[in-house]
Each structure stands twice: as structure tokens, then as C-alpha cells.
């Protein structure tokens, strides 16, 4: 009897095969019954999440004191940063010196990943109507992401590091070792003309040198690494997070100097040349006084 019924219950659950007056029924229990069995699994809801809940309590007071200690530290860390900020103020002031970027800078939303003649590229959506011109480095909150290459009055075209025609000039910042950031359309850029034995090491903090008057000195890059085949690449600050906010800071390369003097500069005069005359230079061995020919006194010369 209960086989037949279990058959007759499951041919009635078909879909194809459901009485109409079976779905009403069932429709109206469950109506009926779910706040019944609502009412009846809270309390056991509530048992079952106190385990989870005292867990994640403990958890949260762990993290809690973990960040109470990092606050601290950091609060020290901070009071160091500001005074070696203040130092490094007084320094540039009494030895005139600019600092390595202008406080000024073009906040842009990357807007997508372009094709053309560069293979990585990204488009942002300021131009030279926001002050941007080609050269410009382009930064995120961890370093650098490349430099503007195409700009428009409301776009520009920003060529990544990792780019084929990419070419940087970096050092080590521990060792000041110098060397050629060369993108390869890899996500880790190589370390080229490094020398014999560079001062290197794993995990050293690479940055712009200058050198190449293309970016300024002291822009974050990334760290050195090692690949598979003892060759040193760079792992960059930049690929920490999607390229999204991006950061424009005007830079002007340093220009040739120029070969006029500048005005109210005077250059020395040559000096001036000796007045030639008719005399004749002296002969060596031969008397001013002492005519050339022997016509008078030749015997006795």
C-alpha cells in the first residue's frame, strides 16, 4: 500500500502530469504551514549561531588588538616621516634645490586598454585642455605606470612599462647600480645594460634615475627579481591593483644649454693682432749692422 502510494505521489509531482487540484492543495499547505515552521527554527537558529557568532567575536577582538599596535607603530613612523619631511625642506631651501616633482597633479580615470601600433596601452580622459602634454609621467597609488605618449584636447594615450617600445632609464636605490627598464609586453619588464657585476640584489627598490631626461628622478618602479634564467627583471609597484586612477604630473626635461650668450652677458674679446710692418725679420747668424754683400768688405768677411 505504501509503494502504490509513494508511485501515486511521485507520478502527481510530474509537471507535465500535475492535477490541477493537487497543486492548489499543496500550494495552500505550504501557505499555511511555513509560519509554523518558521516560528519553530528560530530558537534552533539561534543555537546553531552562537558557536559562529563567539567565533567570530574572538576573531574580531584579535584583529582588533592587531590594529591597535599597528596604529602605534605607525603613529611613530609618522612623526619620523614629518620630521625628516621638515629636514629635507631646510635642505632643499639652503642648497636651492627644486624638489624632484611639482606638487600640482592631473587626476584621470582610465577608460579602457587600447589597440594600435602599441600593444599596452591605456586611453584616459584628460587632455590638453586639462593641462596635459606628451612625456608626462602617469602614476597610480604604488608608482608608475607609464608616460603620455598621444594627447588630445580630452584624451590621451598613456604607453605602459610593459610595453614592446617601452625604454626607461632606473637604478637601485640601495646601490644606485644603473640600468635600461626594457618592456617586453610581459607583466615583469627586464633589467638591461646592468654590467659585468652589478651591485644588485633580490627585492632591492628600483626607480627612476633621470639619466634619460625622459622621467624624473625618484619615481617608485618596483623591485628587482629573478627569473628562471638568472636574469633580472622588475615586479611593479603599479600591477598591485587595476590600472584605474591614474595620476598625471607635469614634467619638463631639462633643455640643451643654448649656444648664444644670454643678454647682458659679454663675452672676453679676442686678442688683438700684432701690426705687421714692412722690416724685415733678422737673419740668425747675420749682423744688423753688416751689409748682405761682400761688395765692401768681402775679403775680410
Known amino acids: 500500500m505504501f509503494i502504490a502510494l509513494s508511485a501515486v505521489l511521485i507520478a502527481a509531482d510530474r509537471t507535465e502530469d500535475r492535477v490541477e487540484a493537487v497543486t492548489v492543495f499543496r500550494a495552500a499547505f505550504n501557505d499555511l504551514s511555513l509560519p509554523i515552521l518558521e ?6 537558529r539561534g543555537l546553531y549561531n552562537i558557536g559562529p557568532w563567539w567565533r567570530r567575536q574572538i576573531e574580531l577582538a584579535g584583529e582588533i588588538r592587531e590594529l591597535r599596535q599597528e596604529m602605534s607603530e605607525l603613529r611613530a613612523w609618522r612623526d619620523v616621516a614629518l620630521n625628516y619631511s621638515e629636514q629635507m625642506r631646510r ?23 587600447t589597440g594600435g601600433p602599441f600593444v599596452r596601452t591605456r586611453l584616459v580622459g584628460v ?33 605602459l612599462l610593459t610595453d614592446l617600445n617601452s625604454r626607461v ?11 635600461m627598464l626594457v618592456g617586453d609586453n610581459t607583466d615583469f619588464p627586464r633589467l638591461d645594460y646592468l654590467g659585468r657585476a652589478p ?22 618602479i618596483g623591485e628587482a627579481v629573478l627569473d628562471r634564467r ?18 598625471i604630473w607635469p614634467f619638463t626635461p631639462v633643455g640643451a644649454p643654448a649656444d648664444e650668450a644670454p643678454p647682458g652677458l ?17 737673419v740668425i747668424g747675420v749682423s744688423q749692422d753688416e751689409p748682405e754683400s761682400g761688395s765692401e768688405s768681402g775679403e775680410g768677411r
Open 199 to 220: 651591485d644588485l640584489r633580490e627585492g632591492d627598490r628600483i626607480v627612476t634615475s633621470g639619466d634619460d631626461n625622459i622621467l624624473p628622478r625618484g619615481l617608485p
Open 91 to 113: 635642505q632643499q631651501e639652503l642648497l636651492n634645490l627644486d624638489p624632484p616633482m611639482p606638487r600640482q597633479r592631473i587626476t584621470a580615470w582610465a577608460v579602457t586598454e
Open 127 to 159: 587632455g590638453t585642455d586639462h593641462g596635459v602634454a606628451p612625456g608626462y609621467p602617469a602614476l597610480n597609488i604604488y608608482g608608475v605606470v607609464g608616460r603620455t605618449i598621444d594627447v588630445g584636447a580630452r584624451s590621451s594615450r598613456i604607453l
Open 266 to 282: 659679454q663675452l672676453p674679446a679676442p686678442p688683438p693682432e700684432q701690426a705687421q710692418d714692412d722690416t724685415p725679420a733678422p
Open 39 to 44: 516560528a519553530a527554527a528560530q530558537p534552533l
Open 230 to 247: 638568472g636574469a633580472w627583471r622588475v615586479a611593479l609597484y603599479s600591477s598591485a591593483t587595476p590600472i584605474d586612477l591614474i595620476w
Open 169 to 179: 632609464s632606473v637604478m637601485a636605490d640601495r646601490s644606485n647600480a644603473r640600468a
